[in-house]
């Protein structure tokens, strides 16, 4: 008996032994891979065809070829004659349906990631435009409260709400100022973090309040004024 013939007596009408470890590195590799595959996403101008991966492929081909050192009867799975002999070995062994359902389940995920920035992604944008409504004036509505427009003065920026904002150390403070940089902290958190993070009002050292933005799905922190 060759060693093709050992190991499909091996493994024929079993679950394959390396299937879980396999399919938990994939997935905790995929996980990890998050920025990776967003930025390889948003190189693509934000398409992908439904029927094929970004970056699932990779992420199994990596994760095999680190499980081979723990398992010497595994075969190449991608590479010279690799698929051929894989194709040989799970005609009897049940290891292709295995490999197509960590697929399916990778390919799931991966679209589950991309879905989630999509809708983040439209929150920002509606986020930011709610932020200024032109007229005659620019109008920032408030960060915090999302209902009543700031109101600005030379040396304050106040809200209904209560946010109150002592401007007279940051100069220069106004609506478009104050636009640019609510806009860069949303831009920024969102690179790491799916989620939506909100704004309030801390008092710092010297009794003067700063307008921070904070996150605690991933605790993000940062000032904005």
Known sequence: MDALDRRRAL???????????????????????????????????GEQPRSSSIIVQEVMEEEWRALQPDDQRLPSLWGPHGVAQMFSVMEECDELAVLEEIHRELMSQEMSIIDEYERNLQFEQQYISS???????MHIVCPTCH???????????????????NTKVCRNISPDVLQRLLEARVSEHMEDCLHSPVFSVTPNTDSHASLMISCQACDYLSVVL
């Open 131 to 137: 932020l200024v409504e032109g007229m005659d004036e």
């Open 11 to 45: 493994y024929k009408g079993t679950t394959p032994p390396w299937k879980e470890t396999y399919r938990k590195r994939c997935v905790d590799r995929l996980k990890n891979s998050r920025s990776r595959l967003l930025d390889r996403y948003r190189q693509m101008g």
């Open 147 to 165: 209902m009543n427009n700031l109101s600005f003065s030379s040396s304050f920026i106040s809200c209904p709400c209560g946010l109150y904002i």
